[in-house]
């Protein structure tokens, strides 16, 4: 039975309904997710170990490195779990458990006990297995970006649910999009990091423009990312699994315990591109690291606030980025930031080394109210250790939180396709647009105490209305003549009523 991306959409989110009120929103995720996983390798499995029966025989057909999805035990296909009707938690449990055990590298992604949710009976599991029964979900059924795309969607949709708190694991498409987009110019061997994850999606996205717009092959990327929440890390490496891509997720603070390091020279790994929406003004472990081993946080004597993060995590990026001077070639970053990162006066300290340092290529402000229930304005900042010469000691700022980039919809805004264009267009030109884009040196920049508030060099104001000195002395006099027609008749009134 063909599907199509809306009907399959609209099969996930129903999923949801199944178990509402009998979980708390915030795990709808848990416990609907790994599912839909499992569904989508066990038909891909069956799938592929039913031709391997037919054209070898079964001996051959359970052999390994025959499969390019994981390998499901016997006795724990799809069918298998459908077919149980009394424990049904006990046999999902089971399942993962049996899943884990035969692909030692999905350890850690299943996370869910699905006994512990009391609420979760058989009635509401076998519904749940049921439904999400209706479609084949191979490869040959639904084509994988379409699986991945929906995969996304219900991502995206389980963030909308959890309110603000799912801003926490997902950015706006728009906004990943708009990241990718500032360091493009990939190519094969590229590697990719994303040191607060979430669920992939920037590097899905990174992937996915190679493919469709470039012409490449993201198998030829490496790809890797880390996330604090153990639970959001496992979605990470379940939506890289099913939009087809190899990809590395560690769990950990990437501030506190990063987990991508150079051991050859005491130094956090470096990569060709690094895409992050770190959690803004979130504390950080400060004290715990006044003598950083890895020299992170070296752009000041002083650290940046432990109950303000925003400048912890832009040195680490910075620091995880290539070098010419180290590895040959430089490394870029899209860095979504919230606008005081630019001009609070007490990160100045900061600023100024980072600036110096030739590192910031663009600052692209973003309208407000962007995210899931979340208003604050935001920015992306694009740092580059190899800046092209002719972009050397400049910095390109582009107001694009104007009415022109972006939709106004019920509950958030969104910036559209034609704003995105408009954007890449003036940085890829590295254009001077009145009050869009200007690029600025760095000795005004300077001269403003190294402040990078957008508004200090692209004029943002709306522009006055000329003004039409004939038409408005025009309305002068007429205005003139009926007050002098009005006073006349109050004269007239007074008279006859004998007041002086």
């Keep these: 039975m063909s599907v199509s991306l809306d009907e399959l959409d609209s099969q996930l989110f129903k999923c949801a309904d199944i178990i509402r009120d009998a979980v708390d929103s915030t795990d709808y995720k848990e416990y609907i997710l790994p599912l839909v996983y499992y569904k989508a390798i066990s038909d891909e499995f069956a799938k592929q170990y039913q031709k ?179 639970d959001i890390a496992a979605i990470a490496k379940m939506n890289l699994s099913i939009h087809g891509l190899n990809g590395e997720i560690e769990r950990e603070d990437s501030l506190a315990y990063p987990q991508f390091t150079d051991e050859t020279d ?96 663009a600052i692209v402000g973003l309208p407000e109210n962007l995210f899931q229930n979340n208003s604050i304005p935001s ?22 939180a104007d009415e022109d980039f972006y939709d106004e919809l019920s509950n958030q805004n969104q910036l559209t396709h034609e704003g995105l264009d408009h954007i890449i267009e003036n940085f890829r030109g590295w254009t001077t647009e009145e009050r869009v884009s200007r690029t600025v040196g760095m000795d005004e920049i300077r001269e403003n105490d190294y402040n990078l508030n957008i508004a200090l060099y692209v004029d943002t104001t709306e522009p006055e209305e000329d003004i039409d000195v004939e038409e408005e002395l025009a309305k002068l006099r007429d205005l003139q003549a009926e007050r002098d027609d009005i006073e006349s008749q109050m004269t007239q009134h007074m008279e006859a009523l004998k007041y002086e």
């Design 379 to 400: 920015a992306v900042l694009v740092l580059n250790t190899d800046k092209p010469e002719e972009r050397e000691g400049e910095v390109q700022f582009i107001h694009a």
């Design 52 to 230: 391997n029966v037919t054209e070898y025989g079964e001996e051959f057909a359970r052999r390994e490195n025959l499969y390019d999805v994981p390998v499901i035990p016997d006795g724990y296909m799809w069918d298998d779990v459908r077919a149980v009707s009394d424990n049904v938690d006990e046999a999902l449990n089971e399942s993962f458990d049996a899943l884990v055990e035969a692909n030692p590298e999905l350890r850690g992604v299943f996370r869910a006990d699905y006994i512990d949710a009391d609420a979760l009976g058989d009635d509401r599991l076998g519904r749940l297995v049921e439904h999400l029964s209706k479609y084949d979900l191979d490869t040959d059924s639904v084509p994988p970006d379409m699986l991945g795309e929906a995969y996304m969607d219900l991502v995206r949709h389980f963030a909308e649910e959890e309110g603000k708190s799912g801003g926490q694991f997902f950015t706006p498409p728009q906004i990943v999009n708009l990241c990718v987009r500032l360091v493009d110019e990939f190519e094969d061997g590229h590697t990719f990091h994303d040191p607060t994850v979430g669920s992939g999606g920037m590097l899905i996205e990174a992937a996915r423009y190679y493919r469709e717009e470039q012409n490449g092959d993201p198998q030829k990327f490496e790809l890797t990312g880390q996330e604090i929440n153990p």
């Design 266 to 361: 005491d130094s956090v790994a470096r990569f060709n591109r690094v895409l992050a929406n770190f959690p803004f003004s979130a504390d950080w472990a400060k004290d715990e690291l006044q003598d950083d081993p890895y020299d992170r946080f070296d752009w000041h004597e002083k650290l940046p606030r432990a109950d303000r993060g925003d400048y912890a995590f832009i040195m680490h990026i910075a620091k995880q980025l290539k070098t010419p001077e180290q590895d040959g070639e430089g490394g870029k970053a899209s860095i979504v930031i919230p606008h005081g990162v630019l001009f609070r006066k007490h990160e100045q300290r900061y600023r100024k080394p980072m600036l110096e340092n030739d590192m910031v290529e």
